[in-house]
T-cell receptor
């Protein structure tokens, strides 16, 4: 499988717990993105990596959220002290970052439910 | 700031009928434009994209879209809809340059229902 992989597919957690999601991009893609999609909305940008460098974070990404991409390969998104408002689909995408390939490849997402 | 408006939240068409999904964008220059499709519980699949050149772009699954600068629109069309096209469709605009040429802004989506 050469697509973008996300794990887990579904996560149910109690409010106040910490959760971590993983994304494995397409191997040759140097850019990796995290988006969040709530019910009835389009995806919203959270953060972006070029190789291992995190180049931008949305104001949606509060201090409870942290993302890493060690060695420029897979990425993790951690949410600390989860709140019910964090319930959403978290989408990862990757791209080669050149114009003709501009158009991400998305993973299937991790659906988070905070109860 | 850039934005995308998809005026139709939900559209129902009969199988075999033609389809047009509307998308209007707000951006200061000629943008990068995209259409994505999302099946229930799944990620997004790229249908087509516009960067420059011919304003009518062809995509996968028989879809096409036309960029109209004067109307700030990028409507998606298909001449004959199949039941498998039932899904949610998202229009997106990307920054065309500068430091933010990697970020997409999505519309809220249009849910397509196909009747047999």
């Amino acid at each position: 499988d050469t697509g973008v992989s996300q794990d887990p597919r579904h996560k149910i957690t109690k409010r106040g717990q910490n959760v971590t999601f993983r994304c494995d991009p397409i191997s040759e893609h140097n850019r990796l993105y995290w988006y969040r999609q709530t019910l009835g909305q389009g995806p919203e940008f959270l953060t972006y990596f070029q190789n291992e460098a995190q180049l931008e974070k949305s104001r949606l990404l509060s201090d409870r959220f942290s993302a890493e991409r060690p060695k420029g390969s897979f990425s993790t998104l951690e949410i600390q002290r989860t709140e019910q408002g964090d319930s959403a689909m978290y989408l990862c995408a990757s791209s080669l970052g050149v114009t003709r390939n501009y158009g991400y490849t998305f993973g299937s997402g991790t659906r988070l439910t905070v109860v | 700031a850039q934005s995308v408006t998809q005026p139709d939240i939900h559209i129902t068409v009969s199988e075999g009928a033609s389809l047009e999904l509307r998308c209007n964008y707000s951006y200061g220059a000629t943008p990068y434009l995209f259409w994505y499709v999302q099946s229930p519980g799944q990620g997004l699949q790229l249908l087509l994209k516009y960067f420059s050149g011919d304003t009518l772009v062809q995509g996968i699954k028989g879809f096409e879209a036309e960029f109209k600068r004067s109307q700030s629109s990028f409507n998606l069309r298909k001449p004959s809809v199949h039941w498998s096209d039932a899904a949610e469709y998202f229009c997106a605009v990307g920054d065309r340059g500068g430091g933010s040429n990697y970020k997409l802004t999505f519309g809220k989506g249009t849910l397509l229902t196909v009747n047999p």
